[in-house]
Antibody
Framework: DVQLAESGGGLAQPGGSLRLSCTASGSSFSSYEMYWVRQAPGKGLEWVSVINFSGSTMYYADSVKGRFTITRDNAKNSVYLQMNSLRPEDTAVYYC?????????????WGQGTQVTVSS | SSELTQDPVVSVALGQTVRITCQGDSLRTYYASWYQQKPGRAPLLVMY???SRPSGIPDRFSGSSSGNTASLTITGTQAEDEGDYYCNSRDTSGDHVVFGGGTRLTVL
């Protein structure tokens, strides 16, 4: 099973920035789509972004489009989420996820999450 | 984009069978996957595709799909099955992903 480890969460001021990182164990990282999903306190899961295996195609939820950027470095088995112009409503646990098997798309294996708090 | 709709709360007696449903237009094209989440923990994939379980998921969990509705059934529900259950799928465009609002399962 893949192991995913997120880092980079913390406290940011409204209008500020944070960069989340996620490193995957195992081989074949470069074959898989990678995702970010978030969960606000007491709320459900919200898909944030996806990046394809090569990093050439990315999609974003409307709530973060234009503010967040997903990238990956296959040489480092890592995916990143650059979060700019942060808002209090971005406060959530952010999970990194990988498609469960090659080509499975939205069937996901999850990391443990990293907390992001946006507050003055 | 599209939405997936789940009942917010479902209860089941210990040892009985419970079905959790997920409705949405995208399910006419894409199979759902299902996640169990316990407090303070990351979601865990419990069902995907037509009716496939990841290794380690008990066979009391099963899945089905018909039209715009996907279902997760737990046969002989155990106390440890209590938690929140989420469905997801690609949206109708195929580019984005959508999650249901979640179902809180209580085992009585």
């Amino acid at each position: 099973d893949v192991q995913l480890a997120e880092s980079g969460g913390g406290l940011a001021q409204p209008g500020g920035s944070l960069r989340l990182s996620c490193t995957a164990s195992g081989s074949s990282f470069s074959s898989y789509e990678m995702y970010w999903v978030r969960q606000a306190p007491g709320k459900g899961l919200e898909w944030v972004s996806v990046i394809n295996f090569s990093g050439s195609t990315m999609y974003y939820a409307d709530s973060v489009k234009g503010r967040f950027t997903i990238t990956r470095d296959n040489a480092k088995n890592s995916v990143y989420l650059q979060m700019n112009s942060l808002r209090p409503e971005d406060t959530a646990v952010y999970y990194c996820a990988r498609e469960y098997y090659y080509g499975s798309g939205s069937y996901l294996s999850w990391g443990q999450g990293t907390q992001v708090t946006v507050s003055s | 984009s599209s939405e997936l709709t789940q009942d917010p709360v479902v209860s089941v007696a210990l040892g009985q069978t419970v079905r959790i449903t997920c409705q949405g237009d995208s399910l006419r094209t894409y199979y759902a996957s299902w996640y169990q989440q316990k407090p303070g923990r990351a979601p865990l994939l419990v069902m995907y595709g037509k009716n496939s379980r990841p290794s380690g998921i008990p066979d009391r969990f099963s899945g089905s799909s018909s039209g715009n509705t996907a279902s997760l059934t737990i046969t002989g529900t155990q106390a440890e099955d209590e938690g929140d259950y989420y469905c997801n799928s690609r949206d109708t465009s195929g580019d984005h992903v959508v999650f249901g609002g979640g179902t809180r399962l209580t085992v009585l």
